[in-house]
Antibody
């Protein structure tokens, strides 16, 4: 059973960079039928797609966040990471990492439990 | 990319059927059969309920079904149960190789 676990600081100061890591267990991040992604949810609001990465390093970002987002992958550690720069209070959210099934359909089938990141001084 | 459009709320009585709509464009919902639906209970991660417009993952009740016509996809829940009360989100693959979510619909079981 695939499991994903987010880790990283729960509090980030305005204008700084938010950094999170997702550790994948129970399966390989180098799967040819998977993308790996980040999704966030501000308190009381809906889900927002941040971006996705393939194990080869190919990335796809939400156009509205593209200038501030970097997603990277470390296949040796079975991890992928998110960096979001120049954060403001509007970036306060629960951040989920996820596995996206591709090729035979395109959907999220595994989610991490989510981690709350608060942007505040 | 703009969020897909869902009604903010729907409601129904136990045993009834409800339908949640999800409207996009020809660059997402209308252009691909890659619409998925997620159920989210408070404080929990979303759960996949429908993928590729109308397919159901193993373990999801057959009371949940999906369909699509043009740029609008729909989720139907039949035989409503109290445990179905949750937020529901649609999502679609897009022409720029990203995904987009709907704004979410709160389902209340009366």
């Amino acid at each position: 059973q695939l499991q994903l676990q987010e880790s990283g600081p729960g509090l980030v100061k305005p204008s700084e960079t938010l950094s999170l890591t997702c550790t994948v267990s129970g399966g390989s991040i180098s799967s040819s039928s998977s993308y790996w992604g980040w999704i966030r949810q501000p308190p009381g609001k809906g889900l927002e797609w941040i971006g996705t990465i393939y194990y080869s390093g190919s990335t796809y970002y939400n156009p509205s966040l593209k200038s501030r987002v970097t997603i990277s992958v470390d296949t040796s550690k079975n991890q992928f990471s998110l960096k979001l720069s120049s954060v403001t209070a509007a970036d306060t959210a629960v951040y989920y990492c996820a596995r996206l099934k591709i090729l035979t359909g395109y959907y999220v089938d595994y989610w991490g439990q989510g981690t709350l990141v608060t942007v505040s001084s | 990319q703009s969020a897909l459009t869902q009604p903010a709320s729907v409601s129904g009585s136990p045993g009834q059927s409800i339908t949640i709509s999800c409207t996009g464009t020809s660059s997402d919902v209308g252009g691909y059969n890659y619409v998925s639906w997620y159920q989210q209970h408070p404080g929990k991660a979303p759960k996949l309920m429908i993928y590729d417009v109308s397919s159901r993952p193993s373990g999801v009740s057959n009371r949940f079904s999906g369909s699509k016509s043009g740029n609008t996809a729909s989720l139907t829940i039949s035989g409503l149960q109290a445990e179905d009360e949750a937020d529901y989100y649609c999502s679609s693959y897009t022409s720029i190789s990203t995904w987009v979510f709907g704004g979410g619909t709160k389902l209340t079981v009366l």
